[in-house]
């Protein structure tokens, strides 16, 4: 089941059609109801979620209470949860940053957020680049590059992710603009970070199937990105495979092929570790597993590393379970979910939803996981 985060900022672009610039803001949002201006951005929203219909059955709504998305979700007749309540009958960038928060906290597979550049800094503050998020064009201002170019493409591309098909995740600036100098004819931006938006559209294709040099190429490039992001101190279990082979290559270490390696700080620990061996260092170590799609059926769990037994898992989390894989391997499921198989139904179902896979040099995709 795909879990989709959803926030709506019923107040985003309150202020535009009444000239005002803008809706950041108690007075402004006075103001513009002042002017008889109305709520758009729950119907923004509505045009998202109508691409989503033909497949409710694959999505899970976890959202926010009332008008932040309880009342919209349930008369479009979603499976929906609903998180947390609103303090007061007019949302505030709190409740923002609230909502977002429980969402990091029921990791979700991504966000999808209607509002404009006040909502996305919000949120951004919160989630930074530990989740995948996507905007709905809902507000005045619209500087920031983690946006649909339209509410329906925004429902395009979570129904693509919720169908598996390959989506690529890229980091896109925040950046919001001063209000005040804006309404006197004055575009002063700010950066306030960077937050991973899914890409819609055509992949470039930089392997060729079949094609050996080049795979090497794509593999070397896999594990550069994985060496440079290991942290100090983290406890590295090194999966079976070719593929997790040339992250031991790209550090000078000794591989076992058809084992399971620990590595702590760029450093061989021990070869060929058992389950106990991880269980011990788990209860030592931050651990985190990097593994690869193993066989043509889309197995990471349950197939040549059965060392990451089910207690291990669980020890584990789902956040600190890495995938890499080439996207020639990817395209050749042909859709297909990748499969977990600890032999824990319950645990099984926690893996569930959609994952991200490193494809390459800072090159990361979602793709589904399923039972």
Same mark, same amino acid.
């Given at each position: 089941?795909f879990?989709?985060?959803l926030?709506?900022?019923?107040?985003?672009?309150?202020g535009?059609?009444?000239?005002?610039?803008?809706?950041?803001?108690?007075? /402004?949002?006075k103001?513009?109801?002042?002017?008889g201006?109305?709520?758009?951005?729950?119907?923004?929203?509505?045009?998202?979620?109508?691409?989503?219909?033909?497949?409710?059955?694959? /999505?899970? /709504?976890?959202?926010?209470?009332?008008?932040?998305?309880e009342?919209?979700?349930?008369?479009?007749?979603?499976?929906?949860?609903?998180?947390?309540?609103?303090?007061?009958?007019?949302?505030?960038?709190?409740?923002?940053?609230?909502?977002?928060?429980?969402?990091?906290?029921?990791?979700?597979?991504?966000?999808?957020f209607?509002g404009?550049?006040?909502?996305?800094?919000?949120i951004?503050?919160?989630?930074?680049?530990?989740?995948?998020?996507?905007? %709905?064009?809902?507000?005045?201002?619209?500087h920031?590059?983690?946006y649909?170019?339209?509410?329906?493409?925004?429902?395009?591309?979570?129904?693509?992710?919720?169908?598996?098909?390959?989506?690529?995740?890229?980091?896109?600036?925040v950046?919001?603009?001063?209000?005040?100098?804006?309404?006197?004819?004055?575009?002063?931006?700010?950066?306030?970070?960077?937050?991973?938006?899914?890409?819609?559209?055509?992949?470039? &294709?930089?392997?060729k199937?079949?094609?050996?040099?080049?795979?090497?190429?794509?593999?070397?490039?896999?594990?550069?990105?994985?060496?440079?992001?290991?942290?100090?101190?983290?406890?590295?279990?090194?999966?079976?495979?070719k593929?997790?082979?040339?992250?031991m290559?790209?550090?000078g270490?000794?591989?076992?092929?058809?084992?399971i390696?620990a590595?702590?700080? &760029?450093?061989?620990?021990?070869?060929?570790?058992?389950?106990?061996?991880?269980?011990?260092?788990?209860?030592?170590?931050?651990?985190?597993?990097v593994?690869?799609?193993?066989?043509? &059926?889309?197995h990471?769990?349950?197939?040549?590393?059965? &060392?990451?037994?089910?207690?291990v898992?669980?020890?584990?989390?789902?956040?600190?379970?890495?995938?890499?894989?080439?996207?020639?391997?990817?395209?050749?499921?042909?859709?297909?979910?990748? %499969?977990?198989?600890?032999?824990?139904?319950?645990?099984?179902?926690?893996?569930?939803g959609? /994952?991200?896979?490193?494809?390459?040099?800072?090159?990361?995709?979602?793709?589904?996981?399923?039972?």
């Amino acid at each position: 089941m795909f879990t989709l985060g959803l926030i709506i900022n019923p107040l985003a672009g309150i202020g535009g059609s009444v000239g005002l610039k803008g809706s950041d803001g108690a007075e /402004i949002v006075k103001e513009a109801f002042s002017r008889g201006a109305t709520c758009k951005s729950s119907e923004r929203t509505r045009l998202a979620l109508n691409v989503l219909t033909a497949i409710k059955d694959q /999505i899970k /709504i976890i959202t926010c209470p009332q008008a932040m998305g309880e009342n919209l979700v349930a008369e479009m007749g979603f499976d929906h949860q609903v998180l947390g309540r609103i303090a007061t009958n007019e949302t505030t960038a709190n409740d923002t940053c609230i909502a977002a928060q429980q969402l990091l906290d029921q990791k979700v597979d991504i966000i999808l957020f209607a509002g404009g550049d006040g909502t996305a800094r919000d949120i951004c503050s919160v989630v930074a680049d530990n989740i995948p998020v996507l905007g %709905i064009p809902a507000g005045v201002k619209i500087h920031s590059a983690v946006y649909a170019v339209t509410p329906k493409a925004a429902g395009e591309v979570i129904a693509q992710l919720a169908s598996g098909d390959l989506i690529d995740v890229k980091s896109h600036d925040v950046r919001d603009i001063d209000e005040d100098a804006f309404r006197n004819n004055i575009v002063q931006a700010k950066l306030y970070g960077e937050m991973r938006v899914p890409q819609a559209g055509q992949f470039v &294709q930089s392997v060729k199937q079949g094609g050996i040099e080049i795979e090497e190429l794509v593999l070397q490039d896999i594990a550069a990105d994985i060496v440079q992001n290991m942290e100090d101190d983290v406890l590295y279990l090194i999966g079976s495979g070719k593929t997790t082979q040339a992250i031991m290559d790209e550090l000078g270490l000794d591989n076992t092929l058809l084992g399971i390696d620990a590595v702590l700080n &760029q450093a061989l620990l021990q070869s060929d570790v058992s389950e106990l061996d991880i269980l011990t260092y788990v209860d030592q170590y931050a651990c985190k597993a990097v593994i690869s799609i193993i066989g043509g &059926q889309g197995h990471i769990i349950g197939r040549g590393n059965q &060392q990451l037994s089910a207690e291990v898992l669980k020890k584990l989390g789902k956040e600190n379970i890495q995938v890499i894989s080439t996207k020639a391997k990817i395209r050749a499921l042909e859709g297909r979910p990748l %499969i977990v198989d600890s032999g824990d139904n319950e645990l099984d179902e926690h893996f569930s939803g959609a /994952i991200e896979v490193t494809t390459g040099f800072q090159d990361q995709i979602i793709y589904p996981v399923g039972l």
